[in-house]
């Protein structure tokens, strides 16, 4: 806590104080950029696009230049996952025997998720057409909620919430919830509640953890302990029903297929019934907010950007028609829609960070010396909308970008996803209901400003970033 010295040929960054470290320092300047992906941007103008912070007693180091996130990404001695306080959920878990973090066993874990995720089909239904039920699910509520005078105005950023924890728990646990179920909103106030707690650099009690002894109420130690074991108790609640009624040969979702294994003389140590829940515990993490979030900038845009709009519901008249809902085998024949996907995840990813790695060993990034636990992160603006990545008008919702020649074609800086060891497992999900709920609910609705509610462009800070508030106007089309 109280060292200042850093280590030599540690990458640039503010002065160290005692205790706080650079602290106040970042403090300082995210209060004046508003936005923590602002303020590390403004550090990489002044300091480089590698930067050494120090927060608490934890080395953080933040990788903000296009090069430099590739070589980060790609480095096996930057592939672990942080273990300390920092990343409090993972800790979490360790104390219950489970072991998530940078481990053989993580790797061996995710290509078995990988697997099952990429034959799509562990449910009963196969992963399409459970999204694409979900989806003309979501299309009849609409339809209900509109007013006598044939239109609604809503709040959208919040719209597509219960749609995604459906998906999410179907492919899950095989089960589906009506929005009035009392277990459905019982899951999204112990997420809602978790996320509003937790924030990209950590809560207070990470870099302080004597804070979670003598203050555990105001640190928010307290409420980020319970509600973790909340969603684990309302997790090992649905895992108990499943032993209890489990069918070999009827697999209802990722929970069932795990069972089997467990079930098998030949199981691999590292499958456990622990293991199962941190992993649900983890896809409710990283799943429910980025997408329901990424959604939230589509339809803000949408509405923005009229004409991207009318396009999108020009081609999916053309190929899809109005007699049926947009399916996944639509996607070849709709590069616009596609393009707007891509357009959506840039204009979020391009404000977020990856998931924090921790370096396994004493090793160097572009040069600089990165000592052995020190924790890495990069902040994507960097690659997707920062001064050199290449990207034009990159505050502008501009989904045409991504095509060229009539092709889509990605930047190699376009990585909303990552890449490498620890690349998102929940991709072609995201993209399938980004795709799938925007295409369905453009084909039947056009949304537009609210008179007298200009929606703001300023979005809301923190562990993923989202659209403020704001309100469309929706009205079905003729
Ligand atoms: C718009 C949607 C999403 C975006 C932009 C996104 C992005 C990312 C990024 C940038 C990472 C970190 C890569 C790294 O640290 O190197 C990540 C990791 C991860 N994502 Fe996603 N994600 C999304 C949706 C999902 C969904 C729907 C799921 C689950 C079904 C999911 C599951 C995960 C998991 C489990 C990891 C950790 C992988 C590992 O550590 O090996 N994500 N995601």
Redesign the pocket.
């Given at each position: 806590y109280l060292d200042t010295k850093k280590p030599k040929n540690y990458p640039p960054g503010p002065k160290w104080l005692p205790i706080v470290g650079s602290a106040l320092e970042v403090a300082d300047k995210r209060k004046k950029c508003r936005y923590l992906y602002q303020a590390t941007a403004e550090m990489a103008r002044e300091y480089g696009p590698v930067i050494g912070l120090k927060v608490g007693k934890d080395l953080v180091v933040v990788v903000y230049g296009k090069h430099e996130i590739r070589e980060f990404?790609s480095s096996e001695d930057l592939a672990g996952?942080p273990k300390g306080l920092f990343f409090e959920m993972r800790t979490w878990g360790e104390r219950l025997g489970v072991l998530l973090t940078d481990s053989e066993f993580?790797q061996e874990q995710?290509r078995f998720?990988l697997r099952q995720?990429r034959e799509f089909g562990f449910g009963r239904k196969n992963m399409s057409s459970m999204i694409e039920d979900e989806t003309g699910i979501m299309v009849k509520s609409f339809y209900n909620m509109l007013e006598p005078n044939g239109s609604m105005t809503i709040n959208m950023e919040c719209a597509f919430n219960i749609h995604i924890l459906n998906t999410?728990w179907m492919?899950l646990a095989g089960i589906r919830y009506s929005p009035e179920d009392k277990n459905l909103k019982s899951l999204q106030d112990i997420l809602g509640r978790l996320f509003a707690n937790v924030d990209m650099v950590g809560a207070p009690f990470s870099q302080f953890p004597i804070l979670k002894f003598i203050a555990p109420e105001v640190s928010g130690y307290k409420l980020y302990v319970e509600t973790h074991q909340q969603l684990w108790e309302f997790l090992n609640e649905e895992l108990k029903r499943h032993k209890a009624t489990w069918d070999e040969n009827n697999p209802r979702g990722f929970m069932d297929v795990y069972l089997k294994i467990l079930n098998s003389p030949d199981r691999k140590s590292s499958f456990c019934e622990k293991q199962l829940l941190a992993?649900c515990m983890?896809?409710f993490m990283?799943?429910?907010e980025?997408?329901s979030?990424?959604l939230g900038f589509c339809f803000l845009n949408l509405i923005l950007y009229p004409d991207v709009q009318k396009k999108a519901q020009q081609e999916i008249d053309r190929v899809v028609g109005r007699d049926r809902l947009p399916g996944l085998t639509d996607r070849p024949q709709m590069p616009y829609m596609e393009c707007v996907v891509l357009e959506t995840?840039r204009v979020?990813?391009g404000r977020?960070f990856?998931?924090?790695?921790r370096a396994l060993r004493d090793t160097h990034l572009s040069g600089y010396f990165i000592p052995k636990d020190a924790m890495v992160i990069?902040n994507?603006h960097g690659a997707m909308m920062g001064p050199d990545s290449g990207v034009e008008d990159p505050e502008i919702f501009r989904p045409e970008r991504h095509m060229k020649d009539g092709k889509i074609t990605l930047a190699d800086t376009y990585?909303?996803?990552?890449?490498?060891?620890?690349?998102?497992?929940?991709?072609s999900?995201?993209r399938a209901?980004?795709f799938l709920f925007t295409s369905a609910l453009l084909q039947h609705f056009n949304f537009s400003i609210s008179p007298g509610c200009p929606p703001s462009t300023e979005c809301i800070d923190g562990v993923t970033p989202g659209p403020l508030p704001f309100k469309a106007l929706i009205t079905p089309r003729k």
């Open positions: 990404l996952r993580w995710r998720i995720l999410l492919m992993i983890d896809m990283a799943g429910s980025t997408t979030k990424s995840l979020f990813a977020a990856t998931v924090p790695h990069a994507l990585i909303p996803f990552g890449f490498g060891k620890h690349r998102c497992l929940g991709e999900l995201a209901n980004i």
